[in-house]
């Protein structure tokens, strides 16, 4: 007979927090990958809408509609058993609070997701969605879905008015509602302020090792692909034979507070 897993919920992730255990989290596209994750120990499955750039081929992640949203996050949310899962409001599908709304369903209704995540300090949406029962993450410091107006991919909130103004938008996501919150490229030092501060948890991404979890583009770990690895990431393969050794390799390390160090942080 099989054994039922319970998928985590948001307040597993919470009590990680409050009990100072790290969260792992990685991107997740499609269900062998979602299989192996959830086989090793991943607390959350991302399907972030880098697959714009990793599975699609585009060069930014703009392109990304919320039906191929709602066909990769259903992929993944049919494999996993544990992790929890968290499907990402791609570029221009929450303009208003009603469109979040409708495009959020989506991703809940038809893909599995637990958790959306939007870009941005878009209060009014945050608000409205988890007035209507949706758990929201934020993501501040690097948006990728404003890179036409960033004009490139850089660290955010190195000088003291922007760093005043990411902390100031992670606390009213979180009093707008939010229950997680992904920081992404941001120096170590601000993302560890923002992370004691806030009483949900902190996930960064070239954040610094301060954060109360991290994630990765699962591309960018396991080395696949063309595009330069960025700073913050880390090839888990070199070590390793298979990429499930590789995922458990960085979930042991993210657990351990042994991944980042200061040569993937800011
Ligand atoms: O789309 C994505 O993969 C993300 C992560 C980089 C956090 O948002």
């Given at each position: 007979?099989?054994?039922?897993?319970?998928?985590?919920?948001?307040?597993?992730?919470?009590?990680?927090?409050?009990?100072?255990?790290?969260?792992t989290?990685l991107?997740?596209?499609?269900?062998?990958?979602?299989?192996?994750?959830d086989?090793a120990?991943?607390?959350?499955?991302l399907?972030?809408?880098?697959?714009g750039?990793?599975?699609q081929?585009?060069?930014?992640?703009?392109?990304v509609?919320?039906?191929?949203?709602?066909?990769?996050?259903?992929?993944?949310?049919?494999?996993?058993?544990r992790?929890?899962?968290?499907?990402?409001?791609?570029?221009?599908?929450?303009?208003?609070?009603?469109?979040?709304?409708?495009?959020?369903?989506?991703l809940?209704?038809?893909?599995g997701a637990?958790?959306?995540?939007l870009e941005?300090?878009?209060?009014d949406?945050?608000?409205?969605l988890?007035?209507?029962g949706?758990?929201?993450?934020?993501?501040?410091g690097?948006?990728?879905q404003?890179?036409?107006q960033?004009?490139?991919?850089?660290?955010?909130?190195?000088?003291?008015a922007?760093?005043?103004?990411?902390?100031a938008?992670?606390?009213?996501?979180?009093?707008?509602?939010?229950?997680?919150?992904?920081?992404e490229?941001v120096?170590?030092?601000?993302?560890?302020?923002?992370?004691?501060q806030l009483s949900?948890p902190?996930?960064?991404?070239?954040?610094g090792?301060?954060?109360?979890?991290q994630?990765?583009?699962?591309y960018?770990m396991l080395?696949?692909?063309t595009?330069?690895?960025p700073r913050?990431?880390?090839?888990f393969m070199?070590?390793?034979?298979?990429?499930?050794?590789a995922?458990?390799?960085?979930?042991?390390a993210?657990?351990?507070?042994?991944?980042?160090?200061p040569?993937?942080?800011?």
């Open positions: 007979m099989q054994t039922l897993i319970k998928p985590l919920s948001i307040n597993d992730l919470t009590e990680m927090k409050r009990c100072g255990e790290k969260i989290c991107t997740a596209y499609d269900a062998s990958f979602s299989a192996v994750l086989k120990g991943i607390d959350i499955l399907v972030g809408d880098s697959l750039m990793v599975v081929g585009h060069s930014t992640t703009l392109p509609s919320i039906n191929d949203m709602v066909y990769h996050t259903r992929c993944v949310s049919h494999a996993r058993q992790a929890f899962i968290i499907g990402d409001l791609p570029f221009m599908s929450y303009p208003s609070p009603k469109a979040a709304a409708k495009n959020a369903a989506k809940m209704q038809l893909g637990q958790m959306v995540k941005g300090s878009r209060i949406c945050v608000s409205f988890v007035g209507q949706i758990p929201v993450c934020g993501h501040l690097l948006l990728p404003s890179i036409n960033l004009g490139r991919y850089a660290v955010q909130g190195k000088n003291q922007d760093a005043e103004k990411i902390s938008d992670a606390y009213a996501l979180q009093q707008a509602g939010a229950t997680l919150l992904v920081l490229c120096p170590a030092a601000l993302a560890k302020q923002i992370s004691a949900i902190v996930i960064g991404i070239g954040a090792v301060d954060c109360d979890g994630v990765l583009v699962l960018d080395n696949i692909g595009a330069k690895r913050f990431s880390k090839n070199v070590d390793v034979n298979t990429i499930e050794d995922v458990v390799a960085y979930h042991q993210v657990k351990r507070g042994q991944f980042p160090t040569e993937h942080s800011f």
